[in-house]
């Protein structure tokens, strides 16, 4: 294990991995080492097998009890020698046992019931989503969800402005699928009945599928990938939910690079849910578009402005039925190829070869000389390594 390492290096380098890199180090076994001036927030559970008391205990439960950002609630023991013997008794009075040299107040919380704090948790988690979703006009239908989280796609304000209604719907749903797992095994033990247990699972599921479509409709799947993988592994394992599935083969791809490379063919790849929906289909669309017209207009704001006003014509000829929806399908992917091209459906002279130059031109009234200029004045002047750089960005 050492493979010819001094102990010493070998114990700094674990640590290091631990505390830096937790998912390439799930578990780490120790042996009277890391109780004291070691601090490791993801640690989530703690497996004792040695008899502990006093303060020894207390430091070695502080292990798991800090928390590491919004995806840790709390931390697991797993008590080998019955060094919490009478838990139940431990839970109403923390000075009983274990604690006997603690003042109440130092560990007040520290010890809680799993399974009626689960239960809590997971009553609390159903009811905000419940209720952020309450607002979803009937009859609920995937068009009426895209609607609500991201806005109306003929105004170009909304999906920006529908951002963190969409943020509290992610977030909901995270918690309230870890709430679950976390007391999926033992959900008789909670007091629910197998009726009760079985209607929350579906619940689960149906808001799990909701935070997808929602996702995909926003083109947000992409930029949250922070929830995933230990998320989607936790779908997989507990809820299997089978109708949020990954929407094609090409996983970092977003639907707009789809079009782009299948054409009309790729809105075969969309969930069933949503393909059978033409309505929910052009949502989907539009608002990915819109997404990337809202992040990319800072590099390019006359290009894209120019852009935006193509999108707001083809959805108001869909709307008004203008186009049937096999026309509709063949513009926005000529329209969609147009945006992604090199050039973008502009003609630029020669000598504007690069995406900066060319937003110099598109932004400059097209003057040639003056976007040549700019862009060499700029490159001779630029500090070397200026980006990331606090000192130099400030600087430059």
Known sequence: MLNGKDPNIFEKEVKKQFVEEPGQMKLLIVVDKLLTGFDAPPATFLYIDKNMQDHGLFQAICRVNRLDGEDKDYGYIIDYKDLFKSLDQAVKNYTSD?????????????????IKTGKENLVTALEKIRALCE????????SDFIEYFCGNTENSLDLKEHEPRRITLYKLTSTLIR???????????????????????????????????????????????????????LIDAYIDADESKTISAFDDLTIIDLIVKEGENAIDKLPSHIKK?????AQVIENNVRKLIIDETPSNPKYYEKMSILLDVIIKERRENALSYKEYLKKITAYLRSLKSSEG?????????????????DNLDQDEKL????????LKNKPDGWKGHTLKERKW
């Open 98 to 114: 274990a604690f006997d040299n603690f003042d109440v107040d130092d560990v007040e919380g520290l010890l809680k019931d799993r």
């Open 277 to 281: 929906d033409r309505e929910s289909v």
């Open 135 to 142: 607002s979803v006009k009937p009859p609920k239908e995937s």
């Open 179 to 233: 709430a679950y797992v976390s007391l999926a095994g033992d959900m008789e033990q909670a007091g629910f009945s197998k009726k009760e247990a079985q209607k929350i699972k579906e619940e689960v599921v149906y808001f799990e599928k909701v935070r997808s479509e929602i996702k995909l409709a926003s083109g947000d799947y992409i930029d949250l990938k922070a929830y995933e993988p230990a998320m989607r592994h």
């Open 371 to 378: 976007s040549i200029t700019l862009f060499d004045l700029i």
């Open 345 to 361: 459906g502009n003609k630029y002279p020669k000598t504007i070869k690069t995406l900066a130059m060319r937003a110099f031109y």
